[in-house]
């Protein structure tokens, strides 16, 4: 069972590595998709197992629920968001894409360093779940900042909630439902409320470029 997670840590991490490599807004919502899909699929197996060994169908609920909104839903509002605004491709980055993956890697052996500081975590299994999922955390924050659009800024903030859920997940195997629930809440609406203003600034400043909101200034 180990290895099947073992596994899935590394391609959900190497999902955002891929993320960081593309250019094309289309591009982002379709890794995100597929970082989702490997993410449900975890909570999956988690879930059966639960189901087997305890009879437990919270972890299968949670796993429907991330189907529903992080594989379907979210995408597909983020496409309709995608339709809205002038630009379909980043073109100016702070920092190139090889520099940018070179930066990545860095993070995931600082995290590696820093995770394996964990005696509770001296497990090697769990020492490359738990590095490769917080690792994700590190690389959505780094994917946010390191893009200009508020679409590509909004992907990144989804990033970094997968990377907070399966860090959880890997460390406890099954957070409390009610606990799953409210994260959940949470993110759908900061989703709604960021759709909003990204079309809006298209509309005002014919551009999702967050530099342009310097014209704000007095």
């Keep these: 069972m180990d290895s099947y997670f073992d ?3 590394v391609l959900i991490l190497l999902s955002s590595f891929i993320l960081v490599s593309h250019k094309r807004i289309k591009s982002y ?14 909570a999956g197996i988690m879930g059966f197992h639960s189901l087997a060994s305890e009879g437990s169908l919270d972890i299968l609920l949670v796993c429907a ?10 995408p597909r509002l983020l496409h309709k968001t995608y339709g809205n605004v002038e630009y379909k491709v980043e073109k100016d980055f702070f920092l190139n894409i090889p520099l940018l993956i070179i930066i ?8 590696y360093f820093s995770v394996s500081g964990i ?5 090697d299994h769990i020492n490359l779940q738990v590095v490769n999922s917080f690792s994700v955390i590190l690389i959505g924050f780094f994917f946010m900042i390191s893009r200009k659009k ?15 859920f399966v860090t959880a997940m890997f460390s406890t195997h099954g957070m ?12 759908i609406t900061a989703i709604l409320i960021m759709g909003i203003m990204v079309v809006q ?5 014919e551009s999702i470029n967050i530099n342009k909101l310097r014209n704000l200034k007095g």
Aim: with cysteine; glycine share 6%.
């Design 65 to 74: 629920i991330i189907i529903l909104l992080k594989v379907i839903y979210i």
């Design 7 to 9: 596994l899935l840590s």
């Design 104 to 111: 990545c890697c860095a993070l995931v052996v600082f995290t």
């Design 29 to 42: 919502i379709k890794t995100f998709r597929i970082q989702s899909a490997l993410i449900a699929l975890t």
């Design 150 to 164: 508020a679409l590509g800024q909004m992907i990144g903030f989804l990033v970094i909630e997968n990377g907070i």
């Design 176 to 187: 409390p439902f009610i606990v799953d629930i409210g994260i959940f809440i949470d993110m």
């Design 119 to 123: 005696s509770s975590l001296s497990a």
């Design 201 to 205: 600034i298209n509309e005002k400043f």
